[in-house]
């Protein structure tokens, strides 16, 4: 078992910045590829990013690229996920999740393990 708990959202002006973390306990953190997704109402839940078990592979998804930028920290057993320059289509519960496969990580339902969410509204 992996447990998740995301921490970071919050109520930000467009343009503004925000940084999500996810602690991790359990399982040992570094055997998982590590993702992030959201979701927004009334929507499926989006792949936004993705870091392999070693950190040195990341994916971004083509909306976040160039404003958000994923990292860990195998020693604190922590997710990061920092987002800048944010628009108000980045709004929605964001969703940490664990998986084997970096290969898979783009995949919603390929994941293992999911945290509670935390809730990002961007105000235009």
């Known amino acids: 078992q992996v447990q998740l708990v995301e921490s970071g959202g919050g109520l930000v002006q467009a343009g503004g910045s925000l940084s999500l973390s996810c602690a991790a306990s359990?399982?040992?953190?570094?055997?998982?590829?590590m993702g992030w997704f959201r979701q927004a109402p009334g929507k499926e839940r989006e792949f936004v990013a993705a870091?392999?078990?070693?950190?040195?592979?990341?994916d971004y998804a083509d909306s976040v690229k160039g404003r958000f930028t994923i990292s860990r920290d195998n020693v604190r057993n922590t997710l990061y996920l920092q987002m800048n320059s944010l628009k108000a289509e980045d709004t929605g519960v964001y969703y940490c999740g664990a998986i084997p496969y970096y290969s898979e990580s783009r995949t919603a339902n390929r994941y293992e393990y999911w945290g509670q969410g935390t809730q990002v509204t961007v105000s235009s």
């Open positions: 359990g399982r040992t953190f570094s055997i998982y590829t």
């Open positions: 870091v392999s078990r070693n950190g040195a592979s990341l």
